[in-house]
C-alpha cells in the first residue's frame, strides 16, 4: 500500500529533520520537544506506531536519543 502511505504524509521523516537539525545545532544538549495537537492530528501521528493504548492521551517516542512527546489538547474536544 503505496509504502504505508509513505508514514502518513511523512511525518516520521519530518521529525527526523527536526531532530537532526536540533542536534546540529546543539549538539552538546538533549532535546525534548512536545507537541499539543487537536484529536485529528493527535489519532494521525498516534496511528504510526503500533505499540500505543490508543486511548491515552499522551505517548513519547525516542527519536536519536531525543525524546519527542505528543499530547492531546484536550479544549479541542469539547
Do not use: H, W, Y
Not at 5 to 27: N, T
Not at 28 to 56: C, P, W, Y
Request: proline share 1%; hydrophobic share 45%.
Amino acid at each position: 500500500m503505496a509504502e504505508n502511505q509513505k508514514s502518513i504524509d511523512g511525518i516520521i521523516e519530518k521529525l527526523a529533520m527536526i531532530v537532526d537539525a536540533a542536534d546540529e545545532l546543539f549538539p552538546d544538549g538533549k532535546m525534548l520537544l512536545a507537541f499539543e495537537l487537536k484529536e485529528t492530528e493527535f489519532k494521525k501521528v498516534q496511528g504510526n506506531f503500533r505499540e500505543i493504548d490508543k486511548s491515552f492521551k499522551q505517548f513519547k517516542i525516542e527519536m536519536s536519543g531525543n525524546d519527542i512527546m505528543f499530547l492531546l489538547d484536550e479544549s479541542s474536544n469539547v
